[in-house]
């Protein structure tokens, strides 16, 4: 399994490195307030995240699991949106 980081979104390398990570927290926000699957999305996320730390070892790993698929669904979105032009 790859793990996913946010550097690895598609179209954030046109950004100078100093700034890639203001502009990904930037267009996540931006994704939070204006598209309600991506919003429902991470509610989701959040929720089950705090249900599964509540099991303990199995709990803790499927959390990593849940949390590199979040993180590519993230990139996917954001990546998308950098294509297009924000």
Known sequence: MKIPFYTQTIGLERFPQHERFAVYRAIH???????SAYQRR???YIAT???????PIVGWVAVVVLAFRQQEF??????DLLRVGT
């Open 29 to 35: 926000k931006r994704l939070l307030s204006e598209d």
């Open 42 to 44: 991470w509610q989701r």
């Open 49 to 55: 995240v705090v249900c599964l730390a509540i099991i």
């Open 74 to 79: 993230q990139n996917q979105r954001i990546g």
